[in-house]
């Protein structure tokens, strides 16, 4: 019995990875067919993406894609696998989080013994939510919090590959979202330059630091000069929406960083559970810096743990950035991994010279919490199950929060469209429900598939649009109550933006059916209504 455990002990690490996977499996299993909800506009533009691309579409060239183009191609063989569907993307977008959570325990286990390692791990899996307006996203997260495992890894064995691998992740992150692989390159040579003044192993790889990284700097201008020739500047602008004005919210950066404290100090006090562990948290880093280590061994340990977490804070700080200019919550999101394990860094290093029953009580309420919510999150979904819920059409079959009536919006113009058309014929959806594209399998006539205040469409580009409507012989138009929106930064089709393009399709098509809702303010994925416009 004592040699297994012994054995146990040894294999500790790959264990707890496994049961980690497993964990995975277990949460993810409920909601491999479930979505919180699903948007006309941003969700249908990333199916339509992939559904194009599985099919040899070029992104920007062949329609508008406003993030980089590695994804749509990683979502279009998946589709090409198992077939276009909705579930296909949101279990796609699940093993994303999975090998995050990988990503998440093989970093912290530098610092961290196995099972805090795996409870901080788990803790990401169930609490780091997923965003809400894209699937693409996800894939970044795994490639930031890759690249501070490498990172991770240098700081204890400074070997060069670990710096080369860092970088890797840091390219292929410019092709998912090119402010993204900015600020986390700029944040991991931050990091490195920390190393190069700390320690003196580092400096030897300087050179071949910066060499590699002005390369990679340099590939990826080339490769997007590449992707984008041909391109006119409004529809490179439009993809690439960098400027303020290209933004439909903006914010001071001191306000929403000071909007940002008082919300997190106000929900760290919310409640007992939360503030117990708030405290808990700052008790480990107090014993952090009092730790009073005796060994070359342990005084150098207790440096890299320090340098880790800084690693962690400028991260952290610098993922901030599209919240930070914008307020827009959600944009959070890529920041939270870096939250996430500096907290369980802290209390892994300021609880190693506690008492194992301290320990083992900390470990049990972190579980504890995670399967009280995980019960709460099985409960919800059982309810969602629900024949109003379902959302089936072609290969997706899948629930969702979506009102019923949206769904029965969406199904009856879906429907309709598709008795009304011909094999060969498609329609044009505006001013933002590419999802019809997706739903009956038919290109959009044009590349643009958004139409609001803050795209800044010009009149070039209206005209162009017109021309291929007309050279397309599209007879059928799907006009969705979004047109006219209070929202900010959407406005009116046809008097804020888009002048000559209503003009057109007011003189040339009439209304022949309505679906949905026509009396409330339209929204993201409720309240949705829609009109089929036929030529005269």
Known sequence: MKKIFVRILRYQKPLFLLL???????????IH??????????????????????????PYHDFWWVYGPLTPYLFALIFKI?????????ATQLAFKVCTAI???????????????FAGALWFLKFQPIFPHTYTHSLGITTSVAMIYFLFCYLQFFQKKYLFFGLVAGFFLFFMKINFGMVNLAAFSSSFLILNYVFKETRAHQKTYFLTLFSALFLVVAIHWIILRGLPFYAVRQ????????????ASVLTTFYAFVKNSLSVVSKTWIKLFFSSLVCFSFANILLQSPTTKKEKE??????????????????????????????RLIWAKPFQIMLLFL????GQKNLNKLIKSAFLLVIFSLITINLITQNNIVRYVKQPAYRFKINKTDIFTTNPPEWTSTIRQTTYFLNAQLKNSETFFALPYDPIYYFLTNKKSPTRQLIFFDHINIPKEQEIKIIAELNNKAVNYVVLSNRCDSKEHGLGTFGKTYCPLLASYIFSNFEPI???????????????????????K
């Open 513 to 535: 059916r309505t679906f949905g809702d026509w009396t409330n303010e339209p929204g993201w994925a409720w309240n949705h209504g829609t009109k089929i416009f036929r030529r």
């Open 301 to 330: 340990q207790k440096l890299k743990t320090l340098i880790a977490l800084s690693f962690l804070g400028i991260f952290f700080i610098f993922n901030l950035h599209e919240f930070l200019v914008s307020g827009v919550h959600y």
């Open 103 to 117: 990503f998440f325990y093989l970093a912290l286990i530098c610092f961290a013994s196995p099972i805090f390692a």
């Open 33 to 58: 067919n479930f979505q919180t909800p699903i948007a006309q506009g941003d969700h249908g533009r990333d199916l339509y993406a992939f559904q194009q691309v599985s099919e040899g579409a070029v």
């Open 82 to 90: 198992f077939g276009a569907s909705i579930q296909a993307a949101i």
């Open 20 to 30: 980690l996977i497993i964990a995975a499996g277990a949460i993810f299993l409920p």
């Open 346 to 349: 802290v209390l892994a290093a």
């Open 239 to 250: 993809c690439f929406p960098l400027l303020n004005t290209d933004h439909p919210y903006t």
